[in-house]
Nanobody, 127 residues
Framework: QLQFVESGGGLAQPGGSLRLSCVVS????????VGWFRQVPGKEREAVSC?????????HYTDSVKGRFTISRDNAANTVYLQMNSLKPEDTAVYYC???????????????????WGQGTLVTVSE
């Protein structure tokens, strides 16, 4: 059974950094394109970033995080990362990772390939 487990969230000050991890089990990560999504209570979940399968040569970001967030993958460790720098209060959300069909430049259109989501990891950016 394919599972995604997110971790690494926490409290950060504005301007600070966090690195999120997404451990994938039940499938060979190398063959999977992965997206990071986030959701604020009361709002729709939005896609933040994606990385292509295999080497992860293709990455895309939503405009609000470009230049601040970096997505990467370590297939040997079955893990996808999201390095978040220069954090802003508006980055506060629960972050999720999921399999996507492919990594598109139209990040807003990315969708979880499956219906299920993991527990997510909470990121809070505040003084």
């Amino acid at each position: 059974q394919l599972q995604f487990v997110e971790s690494g969230g926490g409290l950060a000050q504005p301007g600070g950094s966090l690195r999120l991890s997404c451990v994938v089990s039940g499938a060979t990560l190398e063959y999977i394109a992965v997206g990071w999504f986030r959701q604020v209570p009361g709002k729709e979940r939005e896609a933040v970033s994606c990385i292509s399968s295999s080497t992860g040569a293709i990455t895309h970001y939503t405009d609000s995080v470009k230049g601040r967030f970096t997505i990467s993958r370590d297939n040997a460790a079955n893990t996808v990362y999201l390095q978040m720098n220069s954090l802003k209060p508006e980055d506060t959300a629960v972050y999720y990772c999921a399999q996507i069909t492919f990594c598109s430049s139209k990040v807003y259109a990315l969708r979880n390939r499956w219906d299920a989501w993991g527990q997510g990891t909470l990121v809070t950016v505040s003084e």
